[in-house]
C-alpha cells in the first residue's frame, strides 16, 4: 500500500498547468503509481492525475469494478459517440458538472512497466480516462459549466 499525499484543491496552480511526459518508467513512477492509487482509494475516487497530488507528469490512476489502469503519457487516438453525464472531481470538492464525453475512446500510453498499451473503453472508463486526460493539459470540470453558473462558482465558492 503507498502513501497517502495531498490532493491539491481549484485554485492551486498546478492543476492549470500543462504536464511533462514521463521519459521512462522507473522505480520513481511504480512508487508515485502506488501512492497514487492509495490516495485515490482513501478519498473515494475512482481516477487520480499527477497534477491533483502536486506532481507535474503525464500520470494517472484510475479503478472501475476491479479494472486498475496505471498510465504514463496517456493520448486518445479515437473517440466515438457521445454521453453527458454528472461528473465531480476531488481537487473542486461539492461540485458536479454535467458534461458531454465521447462514449468510446481508444487511448494510448506506457503502462506501469513502461510498454506501450492500447486501452478501449467505453462508458464510465471511457468518462475517467477523458477526465483525468483533462487535468494533464490543465483543464478541469468547472470549464465545462455554462457562463452563469461560472459567474455563481466565482462568486459563491462553488456551484449551487
Same mark, same amino acid.
Given at each position: ?24 518508467? &522507473? %522505480?520513481?513512477?511504480? $512508487?508515485?503509481? @502506488?501512492?497514487?492509487? /492509495? ?6 475516487? =475512482?481516477?487520480? *492525475? ?28 479515437? &473517440? %466515438?459517440?457521445?454521453? $453527458?453525464?454528472? @461528473?465531480?472531481?476531488? /481537487? ?6 454535467? =458534461?458531454?464525453? *465521447? ?58
Amino acid at each position: 500500500m503507498g502513501k497517502i499525499l495531498k490532493i491539491k484543491k481549484y485554485p492551486d496552480k498546478i492543476l492549470r498547468e500543462g504536464s511533462r511526459a514521463v521519459e521512462k518508467i &522507473a %522505480e520513481t513512477e511504480t $512508487k508515485l503509481f @502506488e501512492d497514487m492509487f /492509495s490516495t485515490m482509494r482513501n478519498s473515494s475516487g =475512482i481516477g487520480l *492525475a499527477a497534477p491533483q497530488v502536486g506532481i507535474n507528469q503525464k500520470l494517472i490512476v484510475a479503478d472501475i469494478d476491479g479494472q486498475l489502469l496505471k498510465l504514463a503519457n496517456p493520448e486518445v487516438i479515437k &473517440a %466515438e459517440g457521445k454521453d $453527458k453525464m454528472e @461528473e465531480g472531481c476531488l /481537487s473542486v470538492p461539492g461540485v458536479l458538472v454535467n =458534461i458531454e464525453r *465521447a462514449y468510446e475512446v481508444v487511448v494510448k500510453g506506457l503502462n506501469e512497466n513502461g510498454e506501450l498499451v492500447e486501452i478501449k473503453a467505453r462508458g464510465l472508463l471511457a468518462r475517467i480516462l477523458l477526465h483525468e486526460i483533462d487535468h494533464l493539459n490543465g483543464k478541469l470540470i468547472i470549464d465545462y459549466m455554462n457562463f452563469f453558473k461560472k459567474v455563481r462558482f466565482k462568486i459563491c465558492g462553488r456551484n449551487k
